[in-house]
């Protein structure tokens, strides 16, 4: 296991400290990853969710060209997956998150940007639209790629109409 202490301890990943969630910034997290759904990672025990990126869920369905269903949330995931397969993967922390998952910018083995390569294959959105990643998100739309094959509920709407 590869974890950089630049400024913290093995009790704050216990939740053994108070510190704040901006304490966690600049911790380094590498190892082999095992993909989640389409935005989250565990590494070594560690729960890691992607900077600037909102992916369908597990339970989500979308519509292809021809308006047939499919399981985008599962698509989205094989694709992430499929990212992290090749070796270590590589998370720079930001903070925790509201579920105390580590919200983090992650490369992999050949140093791509996950959230961005996952924009741009068109199975996930950039959170915020002033990003840099925003540009990606028109190219996989232009080219139909993902979820802009057809039609799709945006994650964060799929979540608040699934917990109703």
Request: charged fraction near 30%; include cysteine.
């Amino acid at each position: 296991m590869m974890i950089s202490y630049d400024k913290i301890s093995e009790n704050i990943f216990n939740n053994k400290s108070n510190y704040s969630d901006n304490y966690y910034a600049n911790l380094i997290i590498k190892d082999i990853a095992e993909a989640g759904d389409g935005v989250s990672l565990e590494i070594n025990g560690k729960q890691i969710r992607l900077f600037n990126v909102d992916a369908p869920e597990w339970d989500q369905k979308c519509s292809n060209r021809t308006g047939e269903e499919y399981a985008c949330g599962s698509e989205a995931s094989k694709y992430l997956r499929a990212l992290v397969k090749e070796g270590e993967v590589r998370c720079k922390v930001l903070r925790k998150d509201y579920y105390k998952r580590f919200l983090s910018i992650c490369t992999n083995q050949a140093g791509k940007n996950l959230s961005i390569e996952l924009i741009k294959a068109g199975w996930a959105l950039p959170y915020y639209t002033n990003s840099e990643y925003y540009e990606y998100k028109h190219i996989a739309k232009k080219a139909k790629k993902g979820i802009w094959q057809g039609e799709f509920t945006l994650p964060r709407i799929h979540r608040k109409l699934r917990a109703k």
